[in-house]
């Protein structure tokens, strides 16, 4: 697989994983384009490199890397890129997948963030569970040559 | 005595200094390196719209390089300056600085940091202005002829004891409906916020159009404000000049960095040395008067190489000052499951004003209700995946928004400009900026009270997610060559001549003695209207 292919699928997953559909041919070449345009979006080490490699793997992986990243590897290569992918979706024709901008009942909010703060946390305790050992056992091969 | 006059930056200082001189019957040549800004697009698209016609909106939004995405770091900013405004912060070749304690930003652009603004215009008052040599009465005349220029809105309420009431007030934009919710919570308790936490909320007093003014359009409320308002509804001092473009008796020169001026007998200034930013010899201009309204940072520069050059010394100007400001943000609990407006006003329409003991020190915060904000600074701040925090920001969108706290700030020795010694030529300024040890306790009472107020307005403040915003962040900066009534090296007088050099004036922050806790670029531009009109 060349990097391009690997940006586009990594494009599509994380694209499913925020918006629950695939990206329009727009959205998946700006995304390319950005990692030509920078360097956040490269994994500094095997630890970060793995973690992306996990994530691109499916939606639901992405979501526990993310949220180990989260709190764990806050500013890594995962991370940058999910927050690229967030920035290029909501000035896209895209922008109403990731906020449709409906009024909703007062109750059904509340409900709603109980949801997401519930299932965050599980995504936390889950994507630890997973990615922590992984990541250390990155560490523990020591520095790439 | 010459009619003719020098003068060096196009940012609200000068502009308005230009403007007013040149109605006297001057002749103005303007020095700028006047970077510019790019073509507006689609003027009478929405925010949303944008999204959806422009061929890249995402190229427009983030940039060729993608630098308008804000990345997860340490600094937590709620947003990142746009493409379209690059132009304002870009450097000349070769710009440098040294800072320890202060994080500045310089423009280049014409018109200045102004062009990046939010629009915040509030006059200072009498006890605001007791450093100065000179009371709100000097001033009023010409708040009302800049406002008369620029066109502010605003309204007689709450804040105007705070705020004095000036002429060419248009009427105030309407409230969105967040904004109107805080205003009706506000006045259900206003007593007790009034005499408890003696705080006081009100309309917010900015220079974008409420009905049209010359060749500018009323705001249509597109939600652009941040990325450059497409009918220049929002003033910026670029419109000033291309106004002064127009003038017989004004003559521009851009693409040129003025270095330093040369100094003859008596200290009078001779001539002006400008490097083209495109390369070549440098170019001189002779003086008979000479302005500088660069800003504090530029101006200061330019005086320090020139004394430099003429006389070998090194000398250390005190007494910077800027605002510090604090961002809160917080969530409406009123607003929960409504939808946001899409095409609305962007900026801040309500204003909070906190008494302090002493009543210089008053606290100046500007409540901006986030309707088309950028959501992935935010979402990226909490404490999930990012897919959960997405559908937390979507479903508290609405409800969201932010109290940028302005502080006062006085001058203190220790923060000072200089050129660096270890510069080989002599050109770069090295910056030290310490905060009053006293900060920290002050920051704490005031932000409690932010915190207290907004509460009885029905809102809540997320722990963790309160900004101290690094020094030099707000632009505001004010002090090394203060206006006083009893002389001093480094010194102005009330019109703002310098003490050292009998044909310079400073018409920027940098003569401002003392920095109250407000947007200083209404008074930047009434203080030039008045230097050009008492001295000239």
Redesign the interface.
């Known amino acids: 697989m060349t990097d391009r292919e690997r940006l586009e699928r990594e494009c599509r997953v994380f694209t499913r994983?925020?918006v629950g559909q695939a990206p329009t041919e727009?959205v998946v070449s700006?995304y390319v384009?950005?990692h030509r345009?920078?360097t956040?979006y490269t994994p500094r080490d095997r630890s970060d490199r793995w973690l992306v490699a996990g994530a691109r793997r499916s939606p639901v992986a992405a979501?526990?890397a993310?949220?180990h990243a989260?709190?764990f590897a806050?500013?890594s290569a995962l991370?940058?890129k999910?927050?690229?992918l967030?920035?290029?979706l909501?000035?896209?024709?895209m922008?109403r997948r990731?906020?449709?901008?409906?009024?909703?009942?007062?109750a059904?909010?509340?409900l709603?963030?109980a949801m997401?703060?519930a299932?965050?946390a599980l995504?936390?305790a889950a994507?630890t569970a997973v990615f922590g050992p992984v990541r250390l056992v990155a560490r523990a091969l020591g520095r790439e040559p | 005595m010459s009619r003719r006059v020098l003068v060096v930056g196009s940012g609200p200082s000068a502009v308005h200094f230009a403007a007013t001189v040149l109605q006297k019957g001057y002749e103005v040549t303007l020095l700028d390196v006047g970077r510019e800004p790019p073509p507006k697009v689609l003027p009478g698209a929405h925010m949303t719209a944008l999204k959806e016609q422009l061929p890249d909106p995402s190229g427009y939004f983030l940039g060729e390089a993608f630098d308008g995405v804000v990345l997860p770091a340490l600094d937590r900013e709620y947003y990142g300056i746009p493409p379209s405004k690059n132009y304002v912060f870009e450097p000349p070749p070769g710009f440098d600085f040294r800072t320890d304690g202060f994080e500045p930003l310089f423009s280049f652009a014409q018109g200045g940091l102004a062009e990046a603004w939010t629009g915040g215009c509030y006059p200072f008052n009498d006890v605001e202005l007791s450093a100065f040599p000179f009371s709100y009465a000097a001033l009023e005349p010409h708040y009302g002829e800049v406002a008369r220029r620029i066109g502010i809105t605003g309204e007689v309420d709450d804040l105007a004891p705070f705020l004095p009431v000036h002429e060419h007030l248009l009427p105030a934009h309407p409230l969105d409906p967040h904004s109107a919710t805080l205003m009706e919570a506000y006045r259900r308790h206003r007593r007790r916020i009034n005499q408890a936490f003696r705080t006081h909320v009100g309309r917010t007093r900015v220079a974008t159009l409420s009905q049209d003014l010359g060749e500018r359009r009323a705001c249509t409320s597109s939600g652009r404000c941040l990325w450059g308002c497409p009918v220049d509804a929002l003033y910026v001092p670029s419109q000033t000049l291309r106004a002064l473009l127009r003038e017989p008796a004004f003559r521009y020169h851009a693409g040129l960095e003025v270095l330093r001026f040369t100094i003859g007998e008596g200290g009078t200034v001779t001539e002006v040395q400008a490097r083209p930013v495109s390369g070549g010899p440098l170019q001189t201009f002779p003086v008979d008067r000479l302005v500088l309204a660069a800003g504090t940072l530029s101006s200061a520069t330019i005086v320090l190489r020139s004394v430099l050059a003429a006389t070998g010394e090194r000398v250390r100007l005190e007494g910077l000052m800027d605002n510090r400001q604090v961002l809160v943000p917080f969530l409406n609990l009123r607003m929960f499951g409504r939808p946001f407006p899409e095409e609305s006003y962007q900026y801040h329409l309500l204003g909070l004003g906190i008494e302090a003991a002493d009543p210089a020190e008053y606290v100046h915060g500007q409540i901006t209700t986030l309707k088309t904000a950028m959501l992935h600074p935010i979402a990226q701040q909490l404490p999930f995946d990012l897919r959960t925090s997405l559908l937390v920001t979507r479903a508290l969108h609405s409800a969201l928004g932010v109290v940028n706290v302005n502080f006062h700030d006085r001058r203190r020795s220790g923060n000072t400009l200089a050129l660096d010694p270890s510069d080989s030529d002599n050109e770069r300024l090295q910056i030290r900026y310490a905060p009053d040890p006293d900060e920290p306790v002050r920051l704490r009472q005031v932000l409690g009270t932010v915190r207290r107020t907004l509460r009885l307005l029905a809102c809540f403040v997320p722990p963790g997610m309160q900004h101290v915003r690094p020094m030099g962040a707000s632009v505001h900066y004010a002090g090394v060559f203060p206006m006083t009534a009893n002389g001093g090296r480094w010194t102005t007088t009330s019109a703002c001549q310098s003490r050292e050099f009998p044909n310079l004036y400073l018409v920027d922050g940098s003569t401002f003695p003392f920095l109250p806790a407000k947007n200083v670029t209404f008074t930047l531009m009434a203080n030039a209207a008045r230097v050009a009109t008492v001295a000239f």
Do not use: M, Q
């Not at chain 1, 909501?90 to 024709?93: A, I, L």
């Not at chain 1, 990731?98 to 007062?106: G, I, K, S, V, Y």
């Open positions: 994983l925020l727009y700006k384009e950005a345009a920078a956040a979501r526990l993310d949220a989260r709190i806050p500013r991370r940058c999910l927050v690229l967030f920035a290029i909501e000035t896209s024709p922008h990731l906020e449709p901008n409906r009024p909703r009942a007062w059904l909010v509340f709603g963030l997401s703060g299932v965050g995504a936390v994507g």
